[in-house]
């Protein structure tokens, strides 16, 4: 699990006084030690860090990878390195060869289960939402306490985590891949097929592939439910291999992002020879467009516009159905688990 992040922040990594140090939860300087500072920067990459800033004050000369992300304004994050020092797992990163950043987690973690999520989740945070120029103090720390909390999140779900299969599966194995933008409800699905629950407002879009194994009377499902936000679309083209039927989930009572939901849908099929494996598509979230005892006779009508603005009718390759659901109310979702199963 993680237990610190912190960043360190400098023109001259060779003279710690001139270094801004900031750690979250903890002060990693409470005991004034600069020598743990110091063997953190030079185990990092054996001072190639130091090299790097040398031969920018020297030269004025930057490489061109890192001219285009100074144009571009990004930020350019080396590669982690997973390093022991006075007994702590640390795990660090640098980002534009300015700044460090790093992880301090428990003894017995591997820094590799952590690996991707720290690339993703600082990529994210650092290049598509652009919320820190790390210009003060205050954006320094609620980009570490962001970060923390989302790592911290991770470790508690995935690695953490027990294997689930503590009982013979029985019935047909069904691997359902459910993708769809950020938002629209996927994990929710997936939490109430498994549990029978709806948590309302959780607010936890998902990182990495969500894989729910349910035992069904029919069958034993294994729902692949992926995350939806634009930097891990590209997770899709994995977590589909292998499926055996797909559902592609709508938001709709977001209508505004019913372009963007539409271009990704296409592009991921045209993208991905899927074709023949069945496809279930569902426009979540009726609840917030109609009362539910409205649902049926109002939604009807609507069914045929949103399947004209997506264009299911190129789809020539395999079967689909449509439905309505909400997540949140349970409409139609015996319907969705039948149709699932009857079509395999
Ligand atoms: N009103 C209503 N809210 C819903 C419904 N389904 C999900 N939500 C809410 O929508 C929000 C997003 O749900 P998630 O299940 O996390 O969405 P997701 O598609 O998994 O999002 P990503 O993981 O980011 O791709 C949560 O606040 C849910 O409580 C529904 O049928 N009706
Ligand atoms: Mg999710």
Not at 137 to 160: A, C, K, P, S
Not at 270 to 289: A, E, F, Q, R, Y
Not at 301 to 312: C, G, N
Request: proline share 3%; aromatic share 14%; with cysteine.
């Amino acid at each position: 699990m993680l237990s610190n992040i912190f960043l360190l922040k400098g023109k001259n990594f060779h003279d710690l006084n001139s270094l801004d140090i900031y750690s979250y939860p903890d002060d990693i300087l409470k005991n004034g030690d600069n020598d743990f500072i110091r063997k953190v920067i030079f185990g990092h990459d054996h001072g190639a860090i130091v090299e790097n800033y040398r031969n920018d004050t020297m030269n004025e000369h930057h490489s061109s990878n890192q001219k285009k992300n100074l144009e571009l304004n990004q930020f350019d994050l080396d590669c982690p390195v997973p390093q022991v020092i006075d007994g702590q797992n640390i795990y660090t990163s640098c980002i534009n060869s300015k700044m460090i950043i790093g992880l301090i987690l428990e003894k017995d973690d591997n820094p590799y289960d952590y690996k991707e999520i720290f690339q993703d989740l600082s990529n994210e945070m650092l290049n598509n939402e652009r919320c820190c120029q790390f210009e003060d103090e205050m954006e320094i720390e609620n980009f570490l306490i962001t970060l923390f909390i989302d790592i911290r999140r991770y470790g508690d779900e995935f690695v953490e985590r027990p294997a689930e299969i503590s009982f013979k599966p029985t019935g047909i194995f069904i691997k359902v891949f459910l993708f769809g933008i950020d938002d629209v409800g996927k994990t929710s699905f997936a939490h109430r097929i498994k549990t029978g629950e709806f948590i309302d407002n959780s607010f936890t879009p998902t990182r990495k592939f969500n894989i729910e194994y349910i035992q069904k009377q029919k069958g034993y499902l294994a729902i692949w439910d992926m995350p939806g936000q634009r930097a891990f679309r590209e997770k899709w083209f994995k977590g589909i291999q292998d499926a055996n039927i797909i559902i592609y989930m709508i938001d709709v009572a977001n209508q505004l992002r019913f372009e963007e939901s539409k271009r990704e849908f296409w592009n991921f099929i045209n993208k991905h020879d899927s074709s023949g494996i069945p496809l279930i598509i569902l426009g979540n979230k009726t609840d917030l467009v109609k009362k539910p005892e409205e649902q049926d006779s109002t939604l009807i009508r609507t069914k045929q516009e949103i399947m004209d603005f997506f264009e299911l009718d190129k789809i020539n390759d395999r079967e689909y159905f449509f439905f309505f659901t909400s997540v949140k109310t349970n409409y139609n979702m015996n319907e969705v688990m039948n149709t699932l199963f009857n079509t395999i």
